[in-house]
Every structure is written in structure tokens, then in C-alpha cells.
């Protein structure tokens, strides 16, 4: 790490599970990036043989927490919920920052207050195909709020200040990866956070890689989890915000589903096509899934079971 500056300290969050050659790249990374005032947070969650990614935080100097229970989500709010600094960045364990992303993301935090989140810039490495989800790689700042379309931000590359997750209880841990939906945990994140009336804003100096590790296979798997995700954050949003349901049904259902499907087969790209097909039937299988279960203070809450006397 390089000596403190003059900027606020960054706790950074990186959650992982059963992937330490990832893991281990994207913290060699980090530590480049950040200062000694900066905290750096892994937490591990569900892995089958965790020792591996255990060695790989202590090797780095990382505080390293455990949670038994499987989930992204619940590893980020437990990771967000013990750490020390009140500018608090997301990162994934496939994400290899540059050296500038620490300054500029917590300069950006601590330039726009107003700004409950600040989502970075993330771009493919040269060379490493196309195949990925998990890109934002606009040239131009921006800021967003509730009516805002398009990619607001990912989890993998973002910053928020503590305040703003006090205010929406953080990620809801009925989704992501390991939980009921597997996917939509981040932008359904960002959801709650306009709702309340406050603006995101996109920093593309705060600049990061994401490794492309996934096969075709993966990657149209990958789809349909996050068609079911997406399904599951418009029967929330329908429910909870009806401006933003309006504003993510084109984004989702047409823009990315059904017109995706349909300029993938008139090109002949199966590989694609196949992926747009598996998301839009994933979202039906999300919207299903998700439409009658209780929401409370914007989170999915489990139905409450009649005792019988």
C-alpha cells in the first residue's frame, strides 16, 4: 500500500467464495491501489474448502470474516456492517482494479455527498472476448435517479456511503448468488436507494477490469440467473415504486430480453440468442416466483407461519 492522503479512508468489501486464484489477483490489485489508511475487508462465504481463500486474504493483510450461511448478499452486509470507514466500496472477486480506482472513488464520494452511490468504470481486459455481463465502460461522468434507464452500476465496482445503506437496510439477502434469486441483488440495491429520493452518480475514473473466466456455457447459464433475478426486482419494484417498475420493464423485458433475442437470431448468433432466450423465460420464472411474497421496507420477507394452538 502506498502512505495516506489527504482523502477520506475507503473500507473496501470484497466477498468471495471457493475462488482464491481469483481472489488472489484481484487483491494484488487492490493493494496497489489503496493507502494505509484504507481497510481492506474479504468475506468468505459457503465454501466448501475455505482454507485456500483464508490464506489468500492473510497473505494480503486482510481483515477476514467468515459467514457459515451461503449468499453474496449476506457477505456484504456483513462485510459493510463491521467495517471501519464510512466511504464504503464493493468489490467482486473477478474485478482487478487500476491504480488509480482507490483516489478516484473515494474522491468521488467525498466530492458528491448528495450522491448516495457511486458506481465505477468497468471494461473487459484486452483481448479476453466479449462474452461478459458485468461491464460499464461509458466514457462520460453521469448522475442518475429514480427515471433513470440503462446499466446505473454493478456491485462488482461500487461505492456508497454508510448512510445511504443504513437508510435501505443494505442488500436484500433473499437475492444474489447463493440465495433464493440468484441474481438483481445490485441493481435492486440501487432501486431502494433512488426511491428514497437521493441520486447515484457514475465515476469512469474509478476504473476496473472483470476477468472473463466463464465458458459459453457458464455464460448462458449465467443468463437465465439473471433473468430470474431480473423477474424477481420487477414483481418488488411493481409493487414498491411503479416509476421505476416503467423504467426497468423497457430496459429488461424489451431492450434486453425480447429485442436482444430477436436482433441475436436475425444475425444468426446462437450462442447469444440462446442467452437472451434463457433470461427472457427466466424472468417469467422470477416474476412467478416473486410476485405474492411479502416485501417490508423493500426487502422479500418470508410468509409468516400460522401457529397452531
Same mark, same amino acid.
Given at each position: 500500500?502506498?502512505?495516506?492522503?489527504?482523502?477520506?479512508?475507503?473500507?473496501?468489501?470484497?466477498?468471495?467464495?471457493?475462488?482464491?486464484?481469483?481472489?488472489?489477483?484481484?487483491?494484488?490489485?487492490?493493494?496497489?491501489s489503496l493507502t494505509d489508511a484504507d481497510e481492506l475487508v474479504v468475506v468468505e462465504s459457503g465454501s466448501a474448502q475455505p482454507e485456500p481463500v483464508w490464506?489468500?486474504?492473510?497473505?494480503?493483510?486482510?481483515t477476514l470474516l467468515v459467514v457459515a450461511a451461503p449468499g453474496v448478499s449476506k457477505a456484504r452486509n456483513v462485510g459493510w456492517q463491521q467495517a471501519r470507514h464510512d466511504q464504503i466500496a464493493f468489490i467482486d472477486d473477478d474485478i482487478r482494479v487500476t491504480p488509480g480506482w482507490a483516489a478516484a472513488m473515494a474522491t468521488a464520494l467525498a466530492a458528491h455527498p448528495q450522491a448516495a452511490f457511486v458506481s465505477g468504470r468497468i471494461d473487459?481486459?484486452?483481448?479476453? $472476448?466479449?462474452?461478459?455481463?458485468?461491464?460499464? +465502460?461509458? *466514457?462520460?461522468?453521469? &448522475?442518475?435517479? =429514480? @427515471?433513470?434507464?440503462?446499466?446505473?452500476?454493478?456491485?462488482?465496482?461500487?461505492?456508497?456511503?454508510?448512510?445511504?445503506?443504513?437508510a435501505v437496510g443494505g442488500f436484500d439477502e433473499a437475492m444474489g448468488p447463493?440465495?433464493?434469486?440468484?441474481?438483481?441483488?445490485?441493481?435492486?440495491?440501487?432501486?431502494?436507494?433512488?426511491?428514497? $429520493?437521493?441520486?447515484?452518480?457514475?465515476?469512469? +475514473?474509478? *476504473?476496473?477490469?472483470? &476477468?472473463?473466466? =466463464? @465458458?459459453?456455457?457458464?455464460?448462458?447459464?449465467?443468463?437465465?440467473?439473471?433473468?430470474?433475478?431480473?423477474?424477481?426486482?420487477?414483481?418488488?419494484l411493481v409493487r414498491t415504486d411503479r416509476t421505476r417498475f416503467r423504467v426497468v420493464l423497457v430496459d429488461d423485458v424489451w431492450r434486453w430480453g425480447v429485442a436482444s433475442l430477436a436482433r441475436e437470431l436475425f444475425k444468426r448468433d446462437w450462442l447469444r440468442a440462446a442467452g437472451s432466450l434463457l433470461r427472457v423465460l427466466g424472468m417469467a420464472r422470477g416474476w412467478v416466483g416473486a410476485c405474492f411474497v411479502p416485501v417490508g421496507d423493500g426487502h422479500f420477507r418470508r410468509r409468516a407461519v400460522a401457529s397452531s394452538s
Open positions: 500500500m502506498t502512505p495516506p492522503t489527504q482523502r477520506p479512508p475507503l473500507s473496501v468489501v470484497v466477498p468471495t467464495s471457493g475462488r482464491p486464484e481469483l481472489l488472489d489477483t484481484a487483491l494484488s490489485s487492490l493493494r496497489a490464506e489468500v486474504a492473510r497473505q494480503h493483510g486482510a473487459l481486459p484486452q483481448g479476453q $472476448g466479449t462474452l461478459s455481463l458485468t461491464v460499464k +465502460d461509458d *466514457a462520460e461522468v453521469q &448522475e442518475f435517479d =429514480r @427515471r433513470s434507464g440503462g446499466v446505473i452500476g454493478h456491485s462488482a465496482n461500487l461505492g456508497m456511503h454508510r448512510a445511504a445503506l443504513i447463493g440465495a433464493r434469486w440468484p441474481a438483481g441483488e445490485d441493481p435492486d440495491l440501487l432501486d431502494r436507494v433512488l426511491a428514497t $429520493g437521493a441520486h447515484g452518480w457514475y465515476a469512469p +475514473d474509478a *476504473a476496473a477490469y472483470h &476477468e472473463h473466466w =466463464r @465458458r459459453a456455457r457458464q455464460y448462458v447459464v449465467l443468463q437465465h440467473r439473471y433473468g430470474i433475478g431480473s423477474g424477481a426486482r420487477l414483481a418488488k
